[in-house]
């Protein structure tokens, strides 16, 4: 944001006040300056202009006054104050403006017009009480199970399928090959797929699809009804009933590993099961150390935001929803859709976005002027980490999302850099209590569900 500098003052500007944030600006049109840009239009059409009776080029003035003045006049008016806005803005008393609402054109003293409008600004923030806070959050503990379930889930990575030998009947628990197509309507009649591999014992899996497989044969078709569950993902089948048509080609079972010593080494973590445990333990302990940081952080930003209440520019904040809502609802019209067939409430929608953008502002603000007192920036290294946990977020090489980066987009990593480097230094000078019944943060995660 700008510094706004009352020394640097445009000719025939007047700012005044009108709220905390908001300021009214008048903006003098002279009458001598509207002449001078109508006269200065008539005399580049003076030198093309076709009348009747007379060359191009060659019709009186007079006549061409007359005929073309007030039109002249007009877009001598909207060019001047098109020209006077864009200087009326540079004005150190009002430079910096973060919105500007629509201008308005009155008549004033003299025979004068002025140009009207009002401008806001963003607030500033004095940053104070962040340090030495009192952190309490609520216990992280590792479920005494968790090491077991991190085993378990390891097995099934490296389970491999065999045939069924002896039967050519599903039955629960198989992982079966198949084809299958919906049948009964025309939401249904769009589900389907050939040669899916569909274990029947996944927990994911819609109950009353698996219950119907069971029983089909291997190279035969079996029909069997289902009813979708009313809160399917697709709104055009939930609660509706369907006919599905499947044909079994082939019928498996999961053979898991046993934990030994062989089975650690084809995990390549580690070369007996011993070490194989304590290298998940340490996974789960480095986890749960993450998690508690985690949760101070998100303690320290709930405080910090508290203590430092900031009205926001209501024109600016309405506008920048507004443009959000309107991608949200261009991406949408690109494929066809609209809230209300994807299961959104579009007046809840906009909402969201006004919350999550006010909320975001207000973080934006403070940890920014507490980074401005204490002198923090983010490093080259820090925003290496910080382009490491994106390419983690989104399941990507680090090397493939830096070749993807471009000017802004590094911006961005180096801003979300440098307000994590706020809430680690607010959280490194504070005191962190885990309490039973402290309030969860948002969006915290168990490190012994994983």
């Known amino acids: 944001m700008e510094e706004q500098n009352d020394e640097l003052r445009v000719e025939g500007v007047e700012v005044s006040d009108v709220g905390a944030l908001r300021r009214a600006v008048r903006v003098t049109l002279s009458a001598a300056a509207l002449a001078a840009e109508t006269e200065a239009r008539l005399r580049r059409l003076a030198k093309t202009a076709k009348l009747p009776g007379f060359r191009p080029g060659k019709a009186p003035a007079a006549m061409l006054k007359r005929q073309y003045g007030a039109s002249l006049r007009a877009e001598a008016l909207e060019s001047l104050a098109q020209r006077r806005m864009v200087e009326a803005l540079g004005d150190g008393r009002i430079r910096g403006s973060v919105h500007v609402y629509p201008p308005e054109l009155q008549p004033a003293e003299g025979g004068t017009l002025e140009l009207r409008f009002e401008v806001e600004r963003m607030p500033e923030v004095t940053p104070t009480g962040y340090l030495g806070l009192r952190l309490e959050i609520k216990p992280v503990t590792i479920a005494e199970d968790a090491l077991e379930k991190r085993l378990a889930g390891l097995q099934e990575e490296h389970a491999h399928m065999v045939p069924v030998e002896g039967r050519t009947t599903v039955e629960a628990g198989d992982v079966v090959t198949l084809s299958y197509r919906g049948e009964g309507s025309e939401a249904a009649e769009k589900i389907g797929q050939d040669d899916a591999q569909i274990d029947l014992a996944d927990a994911e899996l819609l109950r009353p699809f698996a219950e119907g497989i069971v029983g089909a044969t291997v190279g035969e078709e079996k029909v069997f009804s289902m009813t979708f569950p009313e809160d399917f993902r697709e709104s055009s089948l939930a609660g509706e009933p369907v006919d599905v048509r499947v044909t079994v080609h082939k019928i498996e079972r999961k053979v898991v590993p046993d934990l030994d010593d062989a089975f650690a080494v084809d995990t390549g973590i580690a070369s007996s099961l011993e070490e194989l445990k304590a290298s998940l333990q340490a996974q789960l302990d480095d986890a749960a150390s ?161």
């Open 290 to 450: 993450a998690e508690r940081r985690k949760r101070a952080q998100a303690r320290a930003l709930e405080l910090v935001l508290d203590a430092h209440p900031v009205e926001l520019p209501e024109g600016y904040v309405s506008a920048e929803a507004a443009r959000e809502f309107d991608g949200l609802r261009e991406q949408l019209k690109r494929y066809e859709m609209t809230f209300e067939q994807v299961g959104l409430d579009a007046k809840q929608q906009y909402t969201r976005i006004m919350t999550e953008l006010q909320r975001g502002m207000r973080q934006s603000l403070v940890l920014s002027a507490i980074a401005r007192k204490e002198g923090l920036e983010a490093s080259d290294a820090d925003i290496d980490a910080q382009v490491e946990r994106e390419a983690a977020r989104h399941n990507m090489p680090v090397a493939m999302l830096k070749a993807r980066m471009d000017q802004e987009t590094r911006a961005r990593y180096a801003y979300e850099a440098r307000m994590s480097r706020v809430l680690d230094f607010v959280v490194d000078g504070a005191t962190i209590v885990e309490v039973a019944d402290a309030a969860e943060p948002e969006g915290a995660d168990s490190p012994s569900e994983g």
